[in-house]
């Protein structure tokens, strides 16, 4: 158990809909960092927030947005979905600001199927 | 945008064997990062390794910048070495990060 928890676990939704993702940081951790994974485009880096700021942006679409709330846990927003935002989101955590000494420590994901 | 190739894509393995697993990037990079995801999909932040050796147990991995290329070693594997290995750069900064497709490893008893 890595700390960093998930919800929900399982989401499945149609298209055109909106879904919010959670995500709770490890106890002491600022930094939370959002991934996508699908089978059409691997692994992306999505977005990162530091303290409740956005500190650096990936592959991240404009349908999706996320926060950082001050006791630190962060939400991800994906709206207007389309079949191809089918993945699992994958939420990580780490105490420092993408420090190259920090390690990240990643949720379960949540799988996201959009039908 | 940087290139990430990683090799091979798929490799089996007796328990207790050696293996070395590669990543090449097209374009200098200051930071690189190994990851292993499970087969049940947990994601594990391996190794921060922008350049020379590094060792944790029986992996380890060594980055050589100046030839574009990162090596992940994996000794005496172990049946919970299985799974699939990513690498990432770069890992510092504010700049794109780019995966690697993987190398889906199998260890057999």
């Known amino acids: 158990d890595s700390g960093v928890t998930q919800t929900p676990k399982h989401l499945i939704t149609a298209t055109g809909q909106r879904v919010t993702l959670r995500c709770s940081p490890r106890?002491?951790?600022?930094?939370v960092y959002w991934y996508q994974q699908s089978l059409d485009q691997g692994l992306q880096f999505l977005i990162q927030?530091?303290?409740?700021?956005?500190?650096a942006k990936g592959n991240i679409l404009e349908r999706f947005s996320a926060q950082q709330f001050p006791d630190l846990h962060s939400e991800l927003n994906l709206s207007s979905l389309e079949l191809g935002d089918s993945a699992l989101y994958f939420c990580a955590s780490s105490v420092k600001d993408r420090d190259r000494t920090d390690t990240q420590y990643f949720g379960p994901g949540t799988r996201l199927t959009v039908l | 945008g940087i290139q990430v190739e990683q090799s091979p894509p798929d490799l089996i393995l007796q328990e207790g064997a050696n293996s070395t697993l590669r990543c090449n990037f097209s374009?200098?990079?200051?930071?690189l990062q190994w990851f292993h995801q499970n087969p049940w999909g947990q994601l594990i932040n391996l190794f921060y390794i922008p350049s020379g050796t590094k060792q944790n147990g029986r992996l380890s991995a060594t980055t050589v910048a100046t030839e574009r290329y990162s090596l992940l070693y994996i000794s005496s594997s172990q049946t919970t070495d299985s799974g699939v290995y990513f690498c990432?750069?770069?890992?510092?900064?504010?700049?794109?990060?780019?995966f690697g497709i993987g190398t889906k490893l199998q260890v057999i008893p």
């Open positions: 927030y530091y303290n409740g700021e956005e500190r």
């Open positions: 374009d200098s990079v200051n930071n």
């Open positions: 990432a750069v770069p890992f510092w900064g504010y700049q794109k990060v780019t």
């Open positions: 106890s002491g951790d600022l930094s």
